[in-house]
């Protein structure tokens, strides 16, 4: 009787879950979903603090260079985030 | 401000935050947390020559050059900017609003969490200050305390500029409202 296998054993690597799902997703899929998901999150946030500033600091000559900064600066953050990719 | 409305003959005496250096403090973590991810390289580098038997599991040097890392840079500074806006917006909707005839504290604890409390002058009884270590010696700021009568309320706000100019002002104001004799005694 031999003891070392001849033959390719039929034991399959282990499979994480979704790993087949996520295979098939190209890189550029992938970024699309990750940004739009930040992007959402970001705009369901900015909105909220945006109501916040206006309505509770509207005599403030603060709020609204706050919130364009605040939009400037997530922007450009953005741009580094997808600057790699062409 | 939306929370309250001026009394006839009432004035804003002065609106109030926190120091400065207080709000600098709160943004120092979200500071340190945007310059980790750019000592991961020197990191790499020191255990490689600390453990040499690193560099047989982990091939590659992390390069932050690449368009992932730009990509995971990109979205972690978005995050860590979110988190010390939301700071700054707190900082500054945190305010004591003083005026001839009350003060009224607004907490913004959160989004869609305010405090507004509302305490007459005529109703106050003790104002303490409380000014200790270095930093709020050397800068100037400090918690008051603001003790009504009666009711053994006690209002309170930490990291204030100037909170001995602040309760003289207050006790100022207390005097005046007790000399026109509106105090109601």
């Not at chain 1, 690597?13 to 790993?19: A, D, H, L």
Request: proline content about 5%; cysteine-free.
């Amino acid at each position: 009787m031999n003891a070392v296998p001849t033959a390719p054993l039929s034991i399959n690597p282990v499979q994480f879950p979704f790993s087949a799902q996520l295979s098939a997703i190209s890189s550029g899929e992938f970024i699309s979903v990750v940004l739009a998901i930040v992007f959402i999150a970001w705009v369901v946030y900015t909105l909220v603090a945006a109501y916040h500033w206006l309505r509770y600091s509207r005599g403030s000559l603060v709020a609204v260079p706050a919130l364009a900064v605040h939009v400037a600066m997530s922007g450009w953050l953005g741009i580094i985030a997808v600057s790699g990719f062409h | 401000m939306e929370e309250f409305e001026l009394e006839p003959g009432e004035i804003v005496t002065l609106s109030v935050r926190k120091h400065w250096l207080v709000f600098l403090v709160e943004l120092l973590p979200y500071a340190i947390l945007a310059f980790v991810p750019l000592l991961i390289p020197f990191l790499f580098s020191m255990l490689t020559q600390v453990a040499p038997g690193v560099s047989t599991v982990l091939t590659h040097a992390p390069d932050l050059t690449t368009a992932w890392a730009r990509f995971g840079l990109g979205l972690w500074w978005l995050f860590l900017w979110v988190g010390a806006f939301n700071t700054f917006t707190r900082y500054y909707l945190d305010v004591w609003v003083i005026t001839n005839k009350r003060i009224v504290d607004i907490h913004q604890f959160g989004f869609f969490r305010r405090q507004v409390s509302i305490f007459l002058l005529a109703h106050i009884q003790d104002v303490t200050t409380d000014v200790s270590g270095v930093l709020p010696t050397l800068f100037g700021f400090g918690t008051i305390h603001v003790e009504t009568a009666g009711q053994e309320e006690r209002f309170l706000m930490r990291g204030l500029r100037d909170p001995e100019g602040l309760r003289d002002l207050i006790m100022r104001e207390v005097a005046l409202l007790h000399d026109s004799g509106k105090l109601g005694t």
